[in-house]
């Protein structure tokens, strides 16, 4: 547990799972809570961030909003019709709870391909606001509570760069292990979501089998792997488009379908490609063995 009681500011209590403790920066929480209810005017507010399990999230959405299914977030204001999940000893300053799934931040963090520590402050932010009420239900709401998020991350993702010492930025800049480990979990993550990615590596197999087995010239074997790379990086980037399209709206609009349709058609493309090397590749000499053998 974390707790900070300040004359000078919010009240920001945050309340870890024992399972979690160890991936979670409570300092950090704490910071981005405080910086929506300084920025709202709330400088005497107080607030509980609580950060769990999938399991005790769905318990809490199904008891208090009828909803039987996990969520990344909760928020219980406290001048709302939900009963609040922590009873404060001050009423009259306290403004809710923020209830946090860390396994659901987790797997939305891996799959944007940044730090779960973004993912936590994203949310932290966004249940915070909630709290003093904000909300989604219109577009217009959408709009102003998506705009304002944005606004209070972008300070501080400023604060955060401000406090970085030179030793650091240079620390983290040639973190080369950590850049590789974020671009083997994107690749975890198109390979297990994604259907044609796993059809496209088990007919890339295919392919360097038969090209062993057929002995194919070093240039050959340089043209198999251009086009083998070329599929998948197309692959990759229609999963990032797709992402990035339903991270900005899960309404349908002309111009998504349109970025979707488009990111679609560069892998077909990109597949028909493949297709006519494995020809121009494999079909000389599998019909000058068809030929032998008859």
Known sequence: MHLSRSPFGPTVEVQVAAAFARQVDATDLHAAAAAVLVSEGQVDGEITLVVTDD?????LNARYRGVDSATD????????????LVEPQEAAKYLGDVIIAYPRASAQAEAAAHPVANELRLLVVHGT????????ATPEEEAAMWARQEEILAGLKRSI???????????WRSDLPTSFGYALAGLRHVLRTQRNARIHLIIALLAITLATVLRLSLVEWAILALTIGFVFVAEMFNSV????????TQR???????????AAGAVIFAAIISVI?????FGPRLWALWQGVR
């Open 55 to 59: 399991a005790q999230v769905r318990e």
């Open 252 to 262: 349908f609009h002309p111009l998504a379908k349109t970025a979707k349709d488009i």
């Open 161 to 171: 760069k401000e406090q970085e010492t030179p030793q650091m930025k240079s620390k």
């Open 277 to 281: 090397v494995g020809l121009l590749l």
């Open 129 to 136: 606001l909630h709290l003093l009420g904000y909300g989604h």
């Open 73 to 84: 977030v909760l928020a219980f204001p406290a001048r709302g019709p939900e009963k609040r």
């Open 241 to 248: 488009a797709e992402a990035a399209v339903d991270a900005l």
